[in-house]
């Protein structure tokens, strides 16, 4: 198994939000590296976006995105004028962790609210979570973290701890309806792993 190594399209990258049973406590949720195997352990089995049960291991597939951002921490380097130079100095400033913000088509019964809705009560509720991007170039067999599912083709995984903020609606006249989602990240984004199928 290896990671992306030939240059191709990623139209089967996928993001994906870990609903674990228990929510992250708040000393996982400061954790800025959990091991691997622990990342890995939260996208283990892939459950419903609506009706969907928490679980260990169990996660939720976002998708319906139209555009992904790019993804990582900007460098936020500062121009710092230098007397009697042509050129600036540059500092190297505080570096904030992005939001991340995705265009998605609204599909309503996904981000329903309710009793035995699942990805739509995520939203805004305060809680930090474990979030997996998967950069596939080719379709998996299935989405989990296990050697016969992401295991089976090339990918780069890439992870961050943090929370579903809002999502924002935008009604089209002539396309598909709309949605942002903002998620704000909380952590360093880790990566690029891959699955071992060893």
Known sequence: MTHLSTIGAGMFTDLSVAVPA??????????????EAVLTAAFATETAAVGGTK??????????????PGMGTP?????VPRFGARTSAQV??????????????????????????????????GVARYFRVAMLNTQPPAYGSKAAELGAIPNSLFYFIGKLETLVYTPQLTDANQAT??????SELQGAFTIDPA
């Open 22 to 35: 228990v929510d992250l406590s708040a000393t996982a949720a400061a954790a800025i590296n959990p091991s």
């Open 181 to 186: 989602l903002t998620i704000s990240m909380i």
């Open 55 to 68: 679980a260990a291991g169990a996660f939720i597939r976002i998708q319906d995105i139209r555009e992904f």
């Open 92 to 125: 190297q400033g505080q570096a904030d962790n992005p939001n991340v913000e995705l265009t998605l088509n609204y599909v309503a019964a996904n981000w329903a609210k309710g009793a035995d809705k699942t990805l739509g009560n995520l939203v805004g509720d």
């Open 75 to 79: 460098a936020n380097l500062v121009n």
